[in-house]
């Protein structure tokens, strides 16, 4: 029997310096492609595989990151601010 995660970290909190100037006011995790973000990406394939819990690690602009998750239902979210 194939035991599958039913929790899951997703690292969020760099600071994206390699896709500046677009990281200067947003963060990496919220940039858009093919109109959703990256962070939506990976939560919507957590989602899809059965993890029903993402902890999400936030650092770099994480006001941003809190407000963009808070909307969503799966997987459920926990927030780990890194910030110092």
Known sequence: MTM???TAIVLAAGL???MRPITDTIPKPLVRIAGKTLLDWGL???AAAGVRTAVVN???LPEQ???HVAARRAPRIVISDESD
Do not use: C, E, M
Request: proline share 7%; charged share 35%.
């Open 65 to 67: 990151i809190v407000a």
């Open 44 to 46: 919507d394939s957590l």
């Open 58 to 60: 936030v650092h770099y």
């Open 4 to 6: 599958r995660p039913d």
């Open 16 to 18: 994206g310096k390699r």
